[in-house]
């Protein structure tokens, strides 16, 4: 059956263990540079409140490799979430033990404790029994709202829920699966996907999902530099994937087969390097053996631009360019504010860097559902089970 979530569970009085993705950047100075992940969250640590349960959050922060580091204390965390809730927030000193099982003891309905990062223990990454269980015990209700971490079986994730009856996902995990669900059903049509950045091996997965669903894939990056060198094109310094040529040609002819149209560049914008002062924009398929390519041309940009003006359904993962050095942000920006134009029909931006370029445009608060997934992401829309959704059904 599929998963519940927090609002279907009785929590009153109950202790609710809610797995969050708490692994923010910090200052040099120990403090929390971007709270977004925390925000993201405090919908289902407010409802947890509201309704009187007993509330123990637990995360994981950076790669402290299964020992105690204070480096990677979730001390700042804790008080960050102090100021955005305005209430005490205690701070096991472990993630399990009898400190922490002090903590969670102590609490009162309505109250909030922490444990320490889940990864001081080595258990957790090993997705070990003991530690499972020994996290089930400060469970009646658990809840994952860590959707970041959805594609690992991890104790957290998916080991601890063998030994809790009630489980369930949080808000921010339910809004994740509920737009990314819509992409993988009876979209509106057409259906366009945007597919850039760097890695295609990250990707590959994803496009070839794609094929059965999108009625047009537009591709940008160092995606289209490994597509265009696979057709044949000069592409100079460009960077792009050389072992994969095979992969993309045998890509573009399925894509035939199906019936789905593969817009790629047209032009390119290119320079010697990305400290570049200014681009100048070449043909695609004849980048100047001294330039690489660093951003989709201006008639590309217009021709994505029209595509996306027809959509009713768009899913956009990775940028068009390197988009962080202003001469090649303007294809990235671009695709940015055509996705944002999309006035009638679904839109989901997925991918750290892309979701980063929406910001950049100014257009965030204009996408239907922006995912923050990573790797979860790419393999929900891949159709992979991701385990720690799996663990949630029952
Ligand atoms: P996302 O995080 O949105 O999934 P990726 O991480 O796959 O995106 O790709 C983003 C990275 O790709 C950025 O660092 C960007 O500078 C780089 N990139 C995009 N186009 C090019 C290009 N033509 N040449 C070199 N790097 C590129
Ligand atoms: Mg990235």
Redesign the pocket.
Known sequence: MAAKTIADLDIQGRRVFIRVDFDVPLTPAGGVSDATRIHESLPTIRHAIEHGGRVVLASHLGRPKGKPNPAFSLMPVAACLVELLDRDVVLADEPVGDGARKVVADLRDGSVAMLENLRFAAGEEANDETFSRALAGYADVYINDAFTTAHLAHASTAGMTRFVSARGMGLKMEREVRFLSQLGGDVARPFVAVV????LS??MGLLESLLGRADAIFV???LA?TFLKAQGGSLGT??LDAEKLAWARAFLASAQDAQVEILLPRDLMAASG?DAPAGQVVPAMKVPDDL????IGPETAQRFTEGLAHARTVFW????????SAPFAAGTLAVAKAVAAVKFGLTVV??????AALGRAGVSDRITHISTGGYATLEFIEGKKLPGLAALES
């Not at 850039?196 to 890695?199: E, F, K, R, T």
């Not at 690489?292 to 951003?295: I, K, M, R």
């Not at 997925?350 to 979701?355: E, K, L, R």
């Open positions: 850039g950045g760097a890695n990250d990707k940008g990056g160092v530099n460009s960077r990305r690489a390519a660093l951003d993962d990775g940028p068009m360019g390197v988009f962080d997925g991918g750290p860097d892309s979701v």
